[in-house]
T-cell receptor, first 115, second 112 residues
Framework: EAGVAQSPRYKIIEKRQSVAFWCNPI?????LYWYQQILGQGPKLLIQ????????DSQLPKDRFSAERLKGVDSTLKIQPAKLEDSAVYLC?????????????FGPGTRLTVL | GNSVTQMEGPVTLSEEAFLTINCTYT??????LFWYVQYPGEGLQLLLK?????DKGSNKGFEATYRKETTSFHLEKGSVQVSDSAVYFC???????????FGTGTSLTVIP
């Protein structure tokens, strides 16, 4: 079974530029999560999708961050414009809604550096 | 609200030493508890889980018991190996909704 795919793996941009990250979850997983992991901290949930609907985006800085999951499969996360404090690893995860344990499977992440 | 507190690192142990990484939680209702591991250069992987009080999760020689009376889920391993060097994250899933809450992570280095 293929895992969660993310691209790019690394991205370096200057502040005020825009950037987009892509995630392809495990086939059949209805729930998709985007996390921000700042160096030395645990992952922080940015947004959670159930199919193509948003379940929770309470911690998403909506003035600069946006995300979509068209057709309930792939998802993109965008930052526009980027700030220095956005430097972090952006993790995508997916899970089967029907799973009793609701295990999340994580992708390798995209490491963003904002200069 | 829901939150997870885990012991700060870094932790350095000699090979074959006993490992304990403390984790306590605050939650409403009956959360599920997880330990994730992040090896250098890789993504997070589920290490073990427990979904109700007194459950013991185990995998690869690691164990953790869901203690509701002490709101704890400490990770233990009797004899660590160099290959166990990684960052370990304690996490909980609330009893309502799917949101996960992660601790800040504990870095473990095992030296030969």
């Amino acid at each position: 079974e293929a895992g969660v795919a993310q691209s790019p793996r690394y991205k370096i941009i200057e502040k005020r530029q825009s950037v987009a990250f892509w995630c392809n979850p495990i086939s059949g997983h209805a729930t998709l999560y985007w996390y921000q992991q700042i160096l030395g901290q645990g992952p922080k949930l940015l947004i959670q999708f159930q199919n193509n609907g948003v379940v929770d985006d309470s911690q998403l800085p909506k003035d600069r961050f946006s995300a979509e999951r068209l057709k309930g499969v792939d998802s993109t996360l965008k930052i526009q414009p980027a700030k220095l404090e956005d430097s972090a690893v952006y993790l995508c995860a997916s899970s089967l809604v029907s799973s009793a344990y609701n295990e999340q499977f994580f992708g390798p992440g995209t490491r963003l550096t904002v200069l | 609200g829901n939150s997870v507190t885990q012991m700060e690192g870094p932790v350095t142990l000699s090979e074959e030493a006993f490992l304990t990484i403390n984790c306590t939680y605050t939650a409403t209702g009956y959360p599920s508890l997880f330990w994730y591991v992040q090896y250098p250069g890789e993504g997070l992987q589920l290490l073990l889980k427990a979904t109700k009080a007194d459950d013991k999760g185990s995998n690869k020689g690691f164990e953790a018991t869901y203690r509701k009376e002490t709101t704890s889920f400490h990770l233990e391993k009797g004899s660590v190996q160099v290959s166990d060097s990684a960052v370990y994250f304690c996490a909980l899933r609330g009893s309502t909704g799917n949101q996960f809450y992660f601790g800040t992570g504990t870095s473990l280095t095992v030296i030969p």
